[in-house]
């Protein structure tokens, strides 16, 4: 077998918790091809953003490793950039600051300073924010914001895209507008992307494979569906399509059809947020449990 | 807005409603105080003509307004003297060069009393020099703290130790130390000032400090992680990432500090006899005049203003640098 663009292999993960050792992850093997974009599904709670979280650096894997383009992963980089659910944008800096943040991290030294104005442009640009670039991340929507945390993490020419759940705290409309934006700019850059989501339409429609995780504790790859869908693809069109419809039912099937393993999502997220509480924050809405997690200093002031 | 309305705080609605309001009539705001401060002038008034002292009456306002009027002329007065004086020094050393050229001129300075209005600007500078200093240590203390974990431990029973001491326990610990260590022939600080400044140093610290390591220890874990992934240098982690998401917190902590800043110092003015308001304050009981508590009163209310008026420099300098433009900021 040829070696793989991206290759996650036999990844595990262990938390401390409170009740000793938490397996949250188990046996993870994956291998995305350059160019691939898949999406992970799964109840809440499963642990798939903490495989997004392996594969960027931010957690580091118990055993087994991530290997990009031959070299082993092990730390945060830019090449590897996350689009955060909640946009994450630094609140203090405008459109434009936040952006050229990333550029001048990545392109200093490589781009003189007009050829990063002009690629900060062109970025913003990409996801039609150019209208906004004075403006602050309090004064532009959530759509928009989540636009310009796409385009901070294009404009870093990553070799892997990472998206945590990018689009699920926006409307539906709005998340049907930068789904159409992400394809277009996925066709034309061809970028590597892992997205995490829990939208069944979006999966199907974005996606070259479908990676259906377990519920945890340790949680593991279950099954993986390829999407042969022709591209461009037309969600007006797809609706009716009998292989989008197979390809949504399935997914459907596999969330929320009778399996063997008892499917008690309230339960595992539980046990799943204490363990993951305790260390490190992901980005989904364990997070506002986690700052809580300060108490300690903030009671001495 | 019904929907808004609900979903905000109690205060904070209170707060949207005075403003409008108060943009709307600003009397209707106004008016309160006005009604407010001349009720406690009437009390203080009468109050006042009930308590009598070794030192004759309690003071009420009249008595106090006269004394400011008082103090003011004796300024205006010293100003005069010190002017006078220098003239007929430089008239007496032009004298002497244009009799001898080559003789040597002295150049005395004047060494008459401060004024009330001097003292005030001794306090002023004191309590800046005080302050300054302990925000030089405590934020850059504050936020390596936040960023080591380890550092933070080892410090934090230090802080928790010294944090509830009054600096006034310092202050005979910090005058010696002071004469012992600070000893040059032409110092470019008294070393009066030197001794306030490092007391009030020695409270500014804490609330600084403190709310500095609470702002750096609760950034929002996305926005670290946001730093993380772009893998940026430290030094840019700590000026785009750290610092902007710190400073309400070490705003809180400024203010803090600044307030019980000034309060110490003239406590530590009146107990060490350094130059300042609290010497005023302590010279004039002291002296046991008939108006004596007149002008003490006088300092009481300058005190009180000149700590309210450095609160709001705070406020004014923590609007302009605050990027959360919806926060309430009082």
Known sequence: MATSYLELSQVGIEFDSRHGKFRALDDINLSLDRGEFVSLIGHSGCGKSTVLNIVAGLHEATEGGVILEG???????????????????????????????????????????????????????????EHALDKLPSEISGGMKQRVGIARCLSMEPKVLLMDEPFGALDALTRAQ????????????????????????????????????????????????????????????LAEDREFVRLRHAVLEFLYGNKSEPVTPAATALTDDAAVDKRE????????????????????? | MSVTGTMTQPDQRFEQASGRLGKLLPVKTLAPS??????????????????????????????VWEQVQELAKEHRRSREKQAAFYKRQEKRNA???????????KIRAYTGQPTFLDQVFTSLYTVAGGFGLATLIAVPVGIICGLNRGLFLALNPIIQLFKPVSPLAWLPLVTMVVSATYVSEDPFFE??????????????????LVNTIVGVVSVDKDLINVSRVMAL?????????????????????????LATGWMVLIAAEMLAQNPGLGKFVWDEFQNGSSQSLSRIMVAVLAIGLIGFALDKLMLLLQRRVSWDKNAVLR
């Not at chain 1, 924050?281 to 002031?301: D, F």
């Not at chain 2, 004298?95 to 001129?105: G, I, N």
């Open chain 2, 233 to 257: 240098p430290t030094s840019t982690h700590i000026r785009k990432i750290l610092v902007p998401a710190a400073v309400p917190m070490m705003f809180t902590g400024l203010r803090l500090s």
């Open chain 2, 95 to 105: 004298a002497k060069l244009a009799k001898d050229p080559s003789a040597e001129v």
């Open chain 2, 34 to 63: 006005i009604i407010g401060l001349v009720v406690f002038l009437l009390f203080w008034a009468t109050a006042a003509g009930r308590i009598d002292t070794s030192l004759g009456q309690f003071p009420g306002p009249a008595m």
């Open chain 2, 191 to 208: 070393k009066s000032f030197v001794n306030s400044a490092i007391t009030v140093a020695l409270c500014c610290l804490w609330p600084t």
């Open chain 1, 71 to 129: 070299k082993e992963v092990n730390r945060p980089g830019p090449d590897r950039a996350v689009v955060f659910q909640n946009h994450s944008l630094l609140p203090w800096l405008t459109v434009y600051e936040n952006v050229e943040l990333a550029v001048n991290r990545v392109f200093k030294g490589h781009k003189s300073k007009s050829e990063r104005r002009d690629w900060i442009l062109h970025n913003l640009r990409r996801v039609n924010m």
């Open chain 1, 178 to 237: 930068l789904q159409d934006s992400l394809m277009a700019i996925q066709a034309e850059l061809g970028n590597t992307v892992i997205m995490i989501t829990h939208d069944v339409d979006e999966a199907v429609l974005l996606s070259d494979r479908i990676i259906m995780m377990s519920n945890g504790p340790a949680a593991t790859i279950s099954k993986i569906l390829p999407v042969n869908l022709d591209r461009p693809r037309d969600r007006l069109a």
């Open chain 1, 281 to 301: 924050s992901i980005t989904t809405e364990k997070n506002y449990r986690v700052t809580s997690g300060m108490r300690p200093l903030t009671a001495m002031a």
